[in-house]
């Protein structure tokens, strides 16, 4: 059996212009995951998608949060545990029972999706 060498090599320096390359790529990635963060949509004008297309089945001010309503009150949705911007992006995306099939922008789904995780309860 071999025995590892006890004694590392340190790795090699790095050069300047390649240490600031690196720099600048990682500030780059974290200034595009903030902006990436604040782009996930606006909930004034998911509200106003789901006054227009919503409204008509589901309670969508968020004051009911009755579970068992079918179909649920947007309440209800925000407070489901499992719920996260990607479950409803999936769900708003699949056709399922008689939901009407809208077709929104990606923009309005952002949008929806930002007012119905704004309404959980605090």
Request: glycine share 8%.
């Amino acid at each position: 059996m071999m025995r590892a060498n006890a004694t590392r090599r340190p790795p090699p320096p790095i050069s300047a212009p390649i240490r600031q390359t690196l720099i600048a790529l990682g500030l780059g990635l974290l200034g595009t995951a903030g902006a990436a963060a604040q782009q996930m949509g606006d909930a004034r004008a998911g509200r106003a998608v789901a006054a227009t297309f919503c409204i008509q089945c589901h309670a969508i001010d968020g004051a009911s949060r009755d579970p068992a309503r079918v179909p649920p009150d947007f309440g209800a949705v925000a407070d489901m545990a499992s719920q996260t911007a990607l479950s409803l992006r999936v769900f708003l995306q699949t056709p399922h029972g008689d939901m009407p099939r809208y077709q929104l922008t990606p923009t309005e789904t952002d949008d929806v999706i930002a007012y119905v995780l704004s309404l959980r309860a605090r």
